[in-house]
């Protein structure tokens, strides 16, 4: 069973699609985690102001479970398209999503964790963090990052420059 971790995002689909060329015919589950409001609201220390006011907790969780299940859907879809056996899931982030990705490793078994990368360098990376870092960092288990298309790209670029002038 591989988990594989899937956000909608361009880099989400190419890991899912390299996944499928690597690991072809494998069991699959396809996560997508969402994040509880109550946990978005810690990170603002004045709350968000009149936009609380707009509708209830519970009514924005259930629209945000909802949006992940139909992310989570479109991701085994696209799996299922590059020839894994998949299935869709969603969990909400209960932990930090490093956290609650590898739980959810656990929950389901998975022999291997497959995500994508953003390529995100430099101070951008260590201010926003990088979920793909963490959860090799943490991983008891084979974890396979799939690099963003461009920043992969971007990287042959370099190499063909450095070759060529060389």
């Known amino acids: 069973m591989i988990l594989v971790c899937y956000d909608g995002s361009d880099d989400a689909k190419a890991a899912v699609a390299h996944g499928g060329e690597l690991l072809r015919g494998q069991a699959a ?93 430099g101070l951008k990376s260590m201010l926003l963090g990088s979920v793909s870092h963490a959860v090799i960092q943490q991983a008891d288990r084979t974890v396979i990052i799939v690099p963003s298309p461009q920043s992969a790209a971007s990287r042959v670029h370099e190499l063909h420059a450095i070759e060529e002038s060389g």
Do not use: C, H
């Open 29 to 121: 589950t396809v996560l997508t985690v969402w994040e509880p409001f109550a946990r978005v609201l810690t990170r603002y220390p004045t709350g968000l102001g009149p936009m609380a006011g707009m509708a209830t907790m519970e009514e924005i969780d259930a629209n945000s479970q909802k949006e992940a299940e139909r992310r989570a859907q479109e991701g085994a879809e696209l799996a299922r398209q590059a020839g894994l056996d998949a299935e869709a899931r969603t969990r909400p982030d209960d932990a930090t999503m490093a956290q609650t990705i590898l739980a959810e490793a656990d929950v389901v078994g998975a022999s291997a964790i497959l995500m994508g990368s953003r390529g995100l360098s």
